[in-house]
């Protein structure tokens, strides 16, 4: 039976989210804040950690598994693969701009945090719809659920202490539907318990952050 990779989808939302979000955060900080550039570098890393992730776990565990069982697709994944490792330049980039400028919100240390993002964001316009069209049906055809729902688990592992709730907040408002559908398939109920007595006031409050500064 076909198994569903739909999960796909529903992170590159999260990450085509936070990465188009993230210049207007950058460029709404006032020259100088460090401490409102503190915020915005904090979820931008948090979103690369994940981005950087996601890409691990397929480099390390999909490819090679897609190659070997529909052979006729080889060129769709080398060409992912050559996709992954044009935007890995632009994810180390933002990497290696980010400490400056988190410590001292500088607009001029600002501007490397933006090209980067601006490499990113074109990247993740061309990778995306790529890797939907032509990988997640492949995936569906090939794969076992539980070699699909290793991505999700290695992601999670690779969530950063602390910044759980960001990184759920952004994936459901991310959603077309807010995150309804994905909460109920994704998230076990003493989770959503929790996500509704506290994670969604602190995403709320961390998003104001985002926009504003901490208060």
């Known amino acids: 039976m076909p198994c569903d990779a739909s999960g796909m989808a529903e992170i590159h939302r999260a990450f085509k989210a936070a990465f188009r979000d993230g210049v207007a955060f950058v460029e709404g900080v006032a020259d100088g804040d460090a401490a409102h550039a503190e915020v915005v570098a904090k979820h931008l890393n948090l979103f690369s950690v994940a981005l950087h992730t996601h890409h691990e776990f397929e480099d ?14 080889a060129l769709h994944v080398d060409r992912m693969q050559s996709q992954h490792a044009a935007m890995l330049v632009q994810l180390n980039a933002l990497d290696a701009a980010l400490p400056t400028w988190r410590a001292s919100g500088s607009s001029a240390a600002a501007q490397p945090v933006l090209s980067a993002l601006a490499g990113i964001n074109s990247a993740l316009d061309e990778h995306l719809p790529d890797e939907e069209a032509k990988i997640v049906p492949l995936m569906e055809e090939v794969l076992t659920q539980p070699e699909v729902d290793a991505a999700a688990d290695h992601g999670r592992r690779a969530t950063p202490k602390g910044q759980a709730f960001p990184m759920l907040g952004g994936i459901l408002a991310a959603q077309p539907d807010g995150g309804t559908a994905f909460m109920h398939k994704n998230i076990p109920p003493p989770v959503r318990l929790v996500w509704r007595a506290i994670g969604r006031r602190k995403y709320e409050a961390n998003r104001q952050a985002l926009l504003h500064g901490p208060r």
């Open 60 to 73: 390390q565990d999909l490819w090679g598994k897609l190659r070997d069982r529909a052979p006729a697709c």
